[in-house]
């Protein structure tokens, strides 16, 4: 397995609707298990393609080491009110900012087997889960900030930016065992 790259604010790959996954080949499954490792290693609960400049329409989370690989999801149904939290994002660091979304929502996803099944989250889960299917729509959460926020956070962005030339946010190593997962296998 190994760490990507992650693609951050000006890279078009981030704005880029994705492609829906037509064939589970061994090369999705190793994108699958870097972008788990590539997740950990930024210290994310989720991770898009888009987010290491893919177009699959493909997506990990692993919330309180509850994990899932997202192909194809889509929501089939949303409840309950809708709740303000605070999100960032792997793509935008050190900018945050309040999020109005359901609290609960119901997915329809293919695992990296092949199968469908249906998952339901709410709280950090649900959250999670639609911030990364907005991603596979290029859809980040400064869009729903209010444009005064937004403005704020777009300039707070200009400065930063700087720290990732080409658009990339080089991710370090893990110092070991720092953030083990039961299943992950051993390298
Ligand atoms: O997709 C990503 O950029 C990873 C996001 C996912 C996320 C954003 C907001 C709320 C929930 C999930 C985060 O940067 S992962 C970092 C993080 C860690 C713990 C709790 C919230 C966010
Ligand atoms: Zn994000």
């Not at 099944?117 to 709410?122: D, H, K, N």
């Not at 959250?127 to 707070?156: N, T, V, W």
């Not at 930063?160 to 299943?183: F, L, M, Q, T, W």
């Amino acid at each position: 397995m190994s760490i990507l790259d992650i693609r951050v604010l000006g890279d078009p790959v981030l704005r880029k609707p994705t492609k829906p996954v037509t064939k589970i080949t061994d090369e999705l499954r190793k994108l699958i298990a870097d972008m788990f490792e590539t997740m950990y290693a930024a210290e994310g609960i989720g991770l898009a393609a888009p987010q290491v400049g893919r177009t699959e329409r493909l997506a990990v989370v692993d919330v309180e080491g509850a994990r899932h690989v997202l192909i194809n999801p889509a929501i089939v149904s949303t409840e309950g009110e809708k709740e303000k939290a605070e999100e960032g994002c792997l793509s935008i660091p050190d900018i945050y900012g309040d999020v109005e979304r359901p609290a609960t929502v119901t997915i329809l996803a293919t695992d990296e087997n092949g199968k469908e099944y249906e998952a339901t989250g709410s709280e950090l889960l649900g959250r999670c889960i639609q911030h990364e299917i907005d991603h596979l729509d290029g859809k980040l959460f400064i869009d729903y900030l209010s444009p005064l926020k937004r403005k704020a956070a777009m300039s707070k962005w200009e400065k930063a930016k700087a720290d990732y030339p080409g658009s990339i946010r080089k991710v370090r190593a893990e110092v070991k065992g720092e953030h083990h997962h039961p299943n992950e296998t051993e390298m």
